[in-house]
Each structure stands twice: as structure tokens, then as C-alpha cells.
């Protein structure tokens, strides 16, 4: 069910499929990651499937094949961020930019999930509510179809959660580890606004989330029942529920997985009708039921800006986050530093640009056999595929 008329822009982006390498095990224990252990690899003249062996991190070790799937990532990714925005020439290079980091990207993540692991971080039951979300989200009706739709696009089920596990790790590793330690006063955040108000202007706007109950495809003996069930959500709303969580598990709109939340909204980018109701509302006010030409919508003001310089309570939080992104960057460099002045980590002769450098060189690097294996091909999954404009 579509968002209510909003630009198409405004609209959320469908779930990106996580790209966190996975891990299988090679004859001798090697831990092979990621496109290793599904690219199709070189044969030797015995019938041997051979890997480049690039880096090694630790007791793990990061392959060509790896490499060149982390490289065209890179490459897709900075053309979605680039469509509409950037000349061939800035496209170009935001493509290199960011296939001259994939190896360092790579060595950051392996070190990562590692540092998770000595830490003992349990994420089991943030995969199950990934997956969930992930299922709610593509109106899936349990997690055996949700399986059947992965491995429909030539996608192992359990490589597709082992890339959840892994990022669900990292994320926990980086939260603790760093940014724990990065605290933003109030006085500092009022000092930024008051040094940096004429920022803080904008246009008469409102921030919306919305729950919607689809009536597409239903006759019209049907309408009645849906408009009584949107009720029963605006009820449990009023009666002290949470929206958002409401959203995530019951709502059939586009937006369900981000809990309703449809983005800011000035004059004239709504449908009049519902510019007229929403631009009268006050915080966290909600509209009745509202039925549309897609079903019946309920929607909330999450904020409702004035015209002008806006006051410090309505930016406060924009500034804080800023400022954590200000200071995450440099301390999360910092943290990756110390992680690989701490691990083994060697770059194979031609790669240590690339790399961000390690503790050595490796300087032959024989091919590692692994046992044949004839893997499908891994068709680009669109269910769960890269978003076009998407941490």
C-alpha cells in the first residue's frame, strides 16, 4: 500500500541485504569468508577449485574472489547514492574512492567480528527480530516462507543469517567499544546552536508516521471488516500502545519496518486533503481513520515545525547526533588502529594501499585448494535487495 501521496523520494527503501562476509571451513580448519565460500574459483590442471589468498587477519584470511565481490559492491553502492546528484566525472570518482578502501573495509570487518567473538556477544535474539522485520516488511506469513523466498533467489538460508549475525555483531562491538565513550554535553549542543542559528531555519513542516490497512485486492463485502480492524489499532493507539511497534507487526504500508515513520513533509507535497488535517495538528497528535483510494490510513505528527529559526528543543536531538557522527568517525579509526596494532595482520605485495596497511607483508602466497563443490550462482536478491537511496 502506498505512503499517502507523498513525493516518491519520501518513500522508505526497501530492506538492503546485508553484506557482512559469512564463514565455511576449508580442508586444515581455514576459515575461508564471504564470496570464498560461494564464488566459483579457478581450477587447477587436477580438478582443484583454488583461491587467491590476499590478506590474512588473524586465523582468518580475506580472498580475491572476496575482494572483487566487496569491490563491485562498493561500485553499486556509490552509483545509487550518486543517481541524480553527480556528473559522470564525480560518479567516477566516488567509485574509486570507495573500491580503493574494500580491502581496508574488509580487514575492519574481519577484525570486528573477531573482537566480537573474545568479547562473547550474544546477538541471537536481535537476528530473530531482523528477520521478523525482514518478514513483515516483504508480507511474508512465517519465517518458512520467508526461507523459500531467499533460497528462490539462489541464496543460502543460512549464509543470509550468518551476514545478519555478523553485522548485528559489529554494530554491538562498535556501540560498546566506542561509542560508549563519546558523550555530548548540553551546554555543548546549546553552544552549537546558539553559534550556528541561521542553520536552523526552515520552511513550515511535519514529521509523519503512518499505519495503514490495505484494501487492495479485497471486494467490497470485505471494506467493512478492514475499516472496523484500522479502528481497533487507532483504539489500542489512544489506549496507550506503541505506534511504532504497532506499525512494525501490523501495518500493511511501505514503511512498517522503520515503525510508520514516512519522513518531513512541507506545504504542498501532500495530498490537500491531508495537508489540510496534518498542518492543523500538534505533536504527537493523530488523525481518526482516514480511508483512502489504497485502504485506511492513520497517521501522526511526530514533529510540527513553525516557519522561521527553529527553537532549541525542536533541534536539540539533530545537533547531538551530529556531533556523535562528528567525533564516531575519527574514534572508530582510531579503535580499527589499535584492533590491527593488536592482531596479525599481513598484506599480500600489491595490496597494502588498498589495504590501509598491516603488521607485515606476505610474501608467496600459495593457492589454498578446497574440496569441489559445485555452489548455484548468486542472482541479485531484488526481494531483499539494495536499497536505491538507504547504517
Same mark, same amino acid.
Given at each position: 500500500?502506498?505512503?499517502?501521496?507523498?513525493?516518491?523520494?519520501?518513500?522508505?527503501?526497501?530492506?538492503?541485504?546485508?553484506?557482512?562476509?559469512?564463514?565455511?571451513?576449508?580442508?586444515?580448519?581455514?576459515?575461508?569468508?564471504?564470496?570464498?565460500?560461494?564464488?566459483?574459483?579457478?581450477?587447477?590442471?587436477?580438478? /582443484?577449485?583454488?583461491?587467491?589468498?590476499?590478506?590474512?587477519?588473524?586465523?582468518?584470511?580475506?580472498?580475491?574472489?572476496?575482494?572483487?565481490? =566487496?569491490?563491485? @559492491?562498493?561500485?553499486?553502492?556509490? +552509483?545509487?547514492?550518486?543517481?541524480?546528484?553527480?556528473?559522470?566525472?564525480?560518479? &567516477?570518482?566516488?567509485?574509486?574512492?570507495?573500491?580503493?578502501?574494500?580491502?581496508?573495509?574488509?580487514?575492519?570487518?574481519?577484525?570486528?567480528?573477531?573482537?566480537?567473538?573474545?568479547?562473547?556477544?550474544?546477538?541471537?535474539?536481535?537476528? #530473530?527480530?531482523?528477520?521478523? &522485520?525482514?518478514?513483515?516488511?516483504?508480507?511474508?506469513?512465517?519465517?518458512?516462507?520467508?526461507? /523459500?523466498? #531467499?533460497?528462490?533467489?539462489?541464496?543460502?538460508?543460512?549464509?543470509?543469517? !550468518?551476514?545478519?549475525? !555478523?553485522?548485528?555483531?559489529?554494530?554491538?562491538?562498535?556501540? +560498546?567499544?566506542?561509542?560508549?565513550?563519546?558523550?555530548?554535553?548540553?551546554?555543548?549542543?546549546?553552544?552549537?546552536?546558539?553559534?550556528? /542559528?541561521?542553520?536552523?531555519?526552515?520552511?513550515?513542516?511535519?514529521?509523519?508516521?503512518?499505519?495503514?490497512?490495505?484494501?487492495?485486492?479485497?471486494?467490497?463485502?470485505?471494506?467493512?471488516?478492514?475499516?472496523?480492524?484500522?479502528?481497533?489499532?487507532?483504539?489500542?493507539?489512544?489506549?496507550?500502545?506503541?505506534?511504532?511497534?504497532? =506499525?512494525?507487526?501490523?501495518?500493511?504500508?511501505?514503511?512498517?519496518?522503520?515503525?510508520?515513520?514516512?519522513?518531513?513533509?512541507? +506545504?504542498?507535497?501532500?495530498?490537500?486533503?491531508?495537508?489540510?488535517?496534518?498542518?492543523?495538528?500538534?505533536? !504527537?497528535?493523530?488523525?481518526?481513520?482516514?480511508?483512502? /483510494? %489504497?485502504?485506511?490510513?492513520?497517521?501522526?505528527?511526530?514533529?510540527?515545525?513553525?516557519?522561521?529559526?527553529?527553537?532549541?528543543?525542536?533541534?536539540?536531538?539533530?545537533?547531538?547526533?551530529?556531533?556523535?557522527? %562528528?567525533?564516531?568517525?575519527?574514534?572508530?579509526?582510531?579503535?580499527?588502529?589499535?584492533?590491527?596494532?593488536?592482531?596479525?595482520? #599481513?598484506?599480500?605485495?600489491?595490496? %597494502?594501499?588498498?589495504?590501509?596497511?598491516?603488521? @607485515?607483508?606476505?610474501?608467496?602466497?600459495?593457492?589454498?585448494?578446497?574440496?569441489?563443490?559445485?555452489?548455484?550462482?548468486?542472482?541479485?536478491?531484488?526481494?531483499?535487495?539494495?536499497?536505491?537511496?538507504?547504517?
Amino acid at each position: 500500500m502506498a505512503a499517502p501521496e507523498p513525493e516518491e523520494e519520501k518513500k522508505a527503501a526497501p530492506v538492503k541485504k546485508p553484506e557482512t562476509p559469512t564463514a565455511t571451513t576449508a580442508p586444515g580448519g581455514t576459515k575461508v569468508t564471504g564470496a570464498a565460500a560461494t564464488t566459483t574459483k579457478p581450477m587447477t590442471a587436477e580438478g /582443484k577449485m583454488v583461491e587467491e589468498i590476499v590478506a590474512r587477519v588473524n586465523n582468518e584470511i580475506i580472498t580475491s574472489s572476496e575482494l572483487d565481490k =566487496a569491490r563491485a @559492491s562498493a561500485e553499486e553502492d556509490a +552509483r545509487q547514492e550518486c543517481t541524480g546528484k553527480c556528473t559522470p566525472q564525480q560518479l &567516477q570518482a566516488a567509485v574509486e574512492e570507495r573500491q580503493k578502501s574494500a580491502l581496508r573495509d574488509l580487514i575492519d570487518q574481519s577484525l570486528l567480528e573477531q573482537r566480537g567473538k573474545d568479547l562473547a556477544l550474544s546477538v541471537e535474539t536481535d537476528v #530473530v527480530k531482523q528477520l521478523d &522485520q525482514i518478514r513483515i516488511g516483504n508480507n511474508l506469513k512465517d519465517m518458512d516462507e520467508l526461507e /523459500k523466498a #531467499v533460497s528462490a533467489q539462489g541464496l543460502n538460508w543460512e549464509d543470509f543469517k !550468518n551476514n545478519i549475525r !555478523n553485522k548485528i555483531l559489529t554494530q554491538q562491538v562498535i556501540s +560498546r567499544e566506542v561509542g560508549s565513550h563519546i558523550t555530548i554535553g548540553h551546554g555543548e549542543a546549546l553552544k552549537v546552536y546558539n553559534e550556528h /542559528k541561521t542553520e536552523f531555519v526552515k520552511a513550515e513542516e511535519v514529521a509523519l508516521r503512518a499505519f495503514e490497512v490495505s484494501t487492495e485486492g479485497k471486494t467490497e463485502a470485505e471494506i467493512p471488516e478492514l475499516k472496523k480492524k484500522a479502528e481497533s489499532y487507532l483504539k489500542r493507539i489512544n489506549d496507550g500502545e506503541d505506534f511504532s511497534v504497532l =506499525a512494525k507487526r501490523f501495518s500493511d504500508g511501505k514503511t512498517a519496518q522503520q515503525g510508520g515513520y514516512l519522513g518531513e513533509y512541507k +506545504r504542498g507535497e501532500l495530498a490537500k486533503e491531508l495537508e489540510d488535517k496534518v498542518f492543523a495538528m500538534k505533536k !504527537n497528535e493523530m488523525t481518526g481513520v482516514i480511508e483512502t /483510494k %489504497q485502504g485506511f490510513l492513520i497517521l501522526q505528527v511526530l514533529e510540527h515545525y513553525t516557519e522561521g529559526v527553529q527553537p532549541y528543543d525542536k533541534v536539540e536531538n539533530d545537533i547531538m547526533e551530529h556531533l556523535y557522527s %562528528q567525533r564516531m568517525e575519527p574514534a572508530l579509526r582510531e579503535y580499527l588502529k589499535t584492533l590491527r596494532e593488536q592482531s596479525y595482520v #599481513v598484506i599480500k605485495p600489491g595490496y %597494502q594501499e588498498m589495504a590501509g596497511g598491516g603488521n @607485515s607483508e606476505i610474501e608467496e602466497v600459495s593457492a589454498t585448494p578446497e574440496t569441489t563443490k559445485e555452489k548455484k550462482h548468486h542472482k541479485k536478491y531484488l526481494l531483499f535487495g539494495k536499497s536505491s537511496g538507504s547504517k
